[in-house]
């Protein structure tokens, strides 16, 4: 079975513009959270989304947006980027959420360098 | 509200002796508990979970974490390090509903010859 795929890997844009990333959960998995890790900040939950429906969020400004599609692909955007922005975006799918109990298979990452 | 802090930013032990990464947490409700792997350049790998079941929690790796409710502690440990085992251990607690997921600051474990 393949594993959680993240496009691009890495990825270089300047302050003001717009970034789009894209993951892939494993195949049955229905649930994908995306996370921000900075050395500064560690690992922040931004959202998680759940049969194209947004179903938690974390504490970012409404620059970070995301959504989900039928086939469970996932995207997330983040506009008018700034400096502080430059992080591993990671992705996790599981199963289904619900009891907490579900392991999440993380997927390598996008390194975004906003200069 | 939930929270979890892992006591220690870095550890470094040398090979072939015992690792202890320390993990205390807090939840309103009862809590799954997580320990994930990263190594550089890596996503995040599960090493163990505890969801109500065995307190004693055998993970991959030789890991195992033990469930302690009086102590709100679920310290990871291996008998005998590896060099291969060098890498940031992040300890996550999850609500029962999996509604919020909470990550600890993480722990670099420092491995030497």
């Known amino acids: 079975k393949a594993g959680v795929t993240q496009t691009p890997r890495y990825l270089i844009k300047t302050r003001g513009q717009q970034v789009t990333l894209s993951c892939s959960p494993i195949?049955?998995?229905?649930?994908v959270s995306w996370y921000q890790q900075t050395p500064g900040q560690g690992l922040q939950f931004l959202f998680e989304?759940?049969?194209?429906?947004?179903?938690n969020k974390g504490n970012f400004p409404g620059r970070f947006s995301g959504r989900q599609f039928s086939n469970s692909r996932s995207e997330m955007n983040v506009s008018t980027l700034e400096l502080g922005d430059s992080a591993l975006y990671l992705c996790?799918?599981?199963?289904?959420?619900?009891?907490?109990?579900?392991?999440?298979?993380f997927g390598p990452g996008t390194r975004l360098t906003v200069l | 509200a939930q929270s979890v802090t892992q006591l220690d930013s870095h550890v470094s032990v040398s090979e072939g002796t015992p690792v202890l990464l320390r993990c205390n947490y807090s939840s309103s409700y009862s809590p799954s508990l997580f320990w994930y792997v990263q190594h550089p350049n890596k996503g995040l790998q599960l090493l163990l979970k505890?969801?109500?079941?065995?307190?004693l929690v055998k993970g991959i790796n030789g890991f195992e974490a033990e469930f302690k409710k009086s102590e709100t502690s679920f310290h990871l440990t291996k008998p005998s390090a590896h060099m291969s085992d060098a890498a940031e251990y992040f300890c996550v607690v999850s609500d029962t509903g999996g509604f919020k997921t909470i990550f600890g600051a993480g722990t670099r474990l420092f491995v030497k010859a």
């Open positions: 505890y969801t109500s079941a065995a307190t």
């Open positions: 996790a799918s599981s199963l289904a959420p619900g009891q907490g109990r579900d392991e999440q298979f």
């Open positions: 989304y759940f049969s194209e429906t947004q179903r």
């Open positions: 195949s049955g998995h229905r649930s």
